[in-house]
């Protein structure tokens, strides 16, 4: 299922928190490059809480003087925007095809069993995200795997188990 | 406002006391190659070993020697020593060289990988104990570094680093001596070509600007989503101060007020670097008003995008530099003309702007004397997949691709046959393993059909099914259509169902024409080259893996085994892709419909 992006005009109000709001209003406010835009606003929120909250669309399009529905348009379009909060730690595996040749789906098929997912997304116990990269940049070292943005490469699927493992356990 | 002379003068002293000095300097490679090698445990590692052992050494994280199979790469130089290297270097290995070479300065037997003398200095084989000379290994000795000539050797963001090794003599000369269309004749004769896929002359490119009032942008483009390509972001991470004093030159000779680096979100490595360097650069007096005590100024400041990969097509950039999505514009009005915020503007791949300095601090002619015909400078080239040595390798154009797979890629390892190649991006195209005799040249590389464009070359062994791979690459340019235009955003999906149901021996009659006619909508109906393009990487295997297809599709079995069928359909992304971890894709009964001879063929 694709993230639910449709806004709910009206229902926000009553589940609105003073605190998110702030925190929101200060990640838009203290960006420190120059060029503020609807993107930039929305990747400043994503960096502060990991995702974007309902709240901040509201409050990006009357920072940066867009319309509601461009900032769902901009939120919806990059994948790396999610809408609800992130599990504890990012898993990514990369699927780029020079991991692919390398290995990269036995490790990414580790990764699920390690995860106990059948797919990408959240574990239900809301420790980990899993995320198919198309390329974390490090093509080199492949297959490549991160923890936490942490990169491993030339990675086993046992070594990726234990990886997860040791997550699990901090 | 310091002048280039006494800031080189204050950079020259602080090099000599890293080199010459009393204290070990020690480098370690902390670029994504060796984050990925686990470089930052073993600079950790090193850190909290010099302090428990009481001795006073400089630590400085560098970037990429292009020698990224050795890495965590360790280079330690003792005074009035060469730089040592040590390579693949653990945490547990530390100790070893802390206790066995700096404390001691006896050069050790073993984990050396071989040393390299600094400029000037001349190493006695006897002082050196054996070992070799790093410019004596192909994967050195055949670099020739321009664009990465700092990568692996200074420290990213310290501009003092920079200025030692010449650093802004091209950006001095061309303010105090030219004027901004010297500069730009000087680039046209360099025969410099934009290194971001299109091999288009930069200074023709430079010359189209509009000569208006400010602003205008120079737009530096590091958003390099090609799988199988990191060299913008390797160059950035690197050496950012090439890439800012391209910008600059860029700038004087355009007329420009303003650059703008472009990068993606996460990729912390570039970013962090590439944001500390503008800093130094503003507090040295190397960017903003009166640069070097001239009268040109110039700003320069970082822009990030969401994931897309079609974010570095030029007008999409634009698009997303102004805060939109990343949607390519129709052109006219071209970017020259109309540009970000309606704005003229002239976008540059980071490797292009980065050889800028060396091409006004050397002359048009000494860069033109690299490479070969129209293709002049050198190809940065990132080595990955069934090689030996993967890594980036900045080599002179000209050079034939089996010199660059064999003498410098070490081959195919454990003995097996070389497959194919993959080069330029997903949308590039494969080559067969008769490609060897051809030379990195923009035009030859285009004739064999295939593009040099961003420098990826990705070596795939025997093992390979092409439709497996191909499938690979047709889910990436699914997943990455913008969808702006519906012969892209419909043509690459329908691609990839019928590269799936290839895969999986579930073909149907016509499926091969109907991809074709499915591509040719794609290139005749899409405003970019990720549309235009998207048809390439199925066209380009059927011509030179004919028998794979035939194989799949007539005797309805994998030539190699190797594909297997999907395991989960991805949810949390755009595709339809479907990664295939489940079990073998099994042989049928084939098909009692045999296809026409040739699908390469009309």
């Known amino acids: 299922m694709p993230p639910d992006v449709t806004p709910k005009i009206g229902l926000t109000a009553e589940a609105e928190s003073e605190a998110l709001k702030q925190r929101i209003q200060s990640a838009v406010e203290s960006q420190k490059r120059p060029t503020v835009t609807v993107l930039s606003s929305l990747l400043a929120i994503e960096d502060e809480l990991g995702f974007i909250p309902e709240e901040a669309i509201e409050l990006v399009a009357s920072h940066s003087g867009a319309t509601i529905n461009e900032v769902w348009g901009v939120a919806s379009f990059y994948p790396n925007f999610r809408f609800s909060p992130p599990a504890e730690h990012m898993v990514e595996v990369c699927w780029g095809p020079s991991c692919h040749l390398v290995g990269a789906t036995e490790v990414i098929g580790a990764v699920l069993g390690e995860l106990g997912l059948e797919s990408e997304g959240d574990t239900p116990d809301g420790v980990a995200t899993l995320k198919l990269n198309t390329c974390l940049g490090a093509c080199s070292q492949a297959p490549v795997m991160s923890i936490d943005h942490r990169l491993m490469g030339r990675i086993t699927p046992a070594a990726a188990s234990s990886g997860i493992a040791a997550m699990k356990g901090n | ?602």
């Open chain 2, 1 to 602: 406002m310091a002048t280039h002379a006494a800031l080189k003068a204050t950079a020259n002293e602080r090099w000599k006391e890293l080199t010459e000095g009393q204290r070990p300097w020690i480098r370690i490679g902390t670029a994504i190659c060796g984050h990925a090698a686990g470089a930052f445990d073993t600079l950790a590692a090193i850190e909290s070993k010099l302090k428990s052992s009481g001795i006073d050494a400089t630590v400085d994280e560098v970037g990429c020697l292009g020698i990224c199979f050795a890495e965590p790469l360790v280079d330690v130089t003792l005074p009035g020593g060469p730089r040592l290297f040590f390579s693949n270097v653990g945490v547990d290995d530390v100790d070893a060289i802390v206790d066995g070479y700096v404390k001691s300065g006896n050069i050790p037997t073993e984990g050396v990988m071989g040393y390299l003398a600094e400029e000037g200095q001349v190493v006695s084989p006897d002082a050196i104990n054996g070992v070799p000379n790093l410019n004596d290994i192909p994967q050195i000795g055949r670099q020739k570094r321009v664009a990465l000539r700092n990568a692996g050797t200074t420290a990213p963001a310290d501009v003092y680093q920079y200025l030692a090794r010449d650093g802004y003599a091209g950006l001095n000369r061309a303010l105090i001596e030219m004027k901004p269309e010297d500069v730009i004749e000087e680039m046209k004769s360099s025969g410099l070509r934009g290194r971001g896929g299109a091999a288009f002359p930069t200074g023709v490119k430079w010359s189209f600007m509009s000569r208006g009032e400010n602003p205008k942008y120079i737009l530096c483009n590091c958003e390099e989503g090609d799988p199988g390509a990191f060299n913008d972001k390797a160059i950035l991470e690197s050496d950012p101060y090439t890439t800012i004093e391209g910008i600059t030159i860029a700038g004087y000779a355009t007329g420009s007020s303003n650059g703008i680096i472009f990068i993606r979100h996460g990729h912390d490595g570039p970013i962090d670097r590439a944001e500390a360097a503008v800093k130094q650069a503003y507090e040295a007096g190397l960017l903003g008003k009166n640069i070097l005590g001239t009268d040109f100024s110039f700003d320069i400041e970082i822009s990030l995008t969401g994931e897309s990969y079609v974010a570095g097509e030029e007008t999409a950039l634009m698009e997303a530099v102004e805060g939109h999505r990343s949607m390519p514009r129709a052109r006219p009005p071209f970017p020259a003309a109309f540009g970000v915020w309606g704005r003229p503007s002239t976008i540059n791949n980071v490797k292009t702007l980065s050889y800028a300095p060396s091409i006004l601090e050397n002359g048009a002619e000494w860069f033109s004397d690299i490479g070969v015909n129209k293709s002049t400078g050198t190809a940065i080239i990132c080595l990955s997949g069934n090689i030996t040595y993967p890594g980036l390798y900045e080599v002179p154009m000209g050079l034939t691709i089996g010199e660059v797979i064999n003498e410098i890629g070490g081959g195919v390892p454990d003995g097996r046959k070389l497959k194919l190649l993959q080069t330029g991006g997903p949308l590039g195209g494969v080559l067969s393993d008769q490609s060897a005799d051809v030379h990195l040249d923009f035009d030859e590389m285009r004739e064999a059909g295939a593009i040099l464009g961003s420098g990826g070359i990705i070596v795939a062994d025997e093992r390979t099914c092409a439709v497996d791979l191909t499938r690979v690459l047709v889910a990436f340019c699914q997943y990455e259509s913008c969808g702006k235009c519906f012969p892209c955003r419909l043509g690459t999906t329908n691609l990839l169902e019928i590269v799936e149901r290839i895969c999986a021996h579930e073909d149907r009659p016509g499926d091969v024409e109907l991809m074709k006619t499915v591509g040719k909508t794609m290139q005749m109906g899409s405003l970019c080259g990720h549309g235009q393009l998207g048809f390439n990487p199925i066209e380009s295997a059927i011509k030179h893996f004919d028998s794979d297809f035939r194989t799949h599709m007539e005797e309805r079995r994998c030539p190699t085994g190797s594909c297997r069928r999907p395991g989960y359909a991805p949810v949390n992304t755009r595709s339809f892709a479907q990664v295939p971890i489940g079990e073998p894709v099994a042989p049928v009964e084939p098909a009692p419909v045999s296809l026409a001879p040739g699908l390469a063929g009309k």
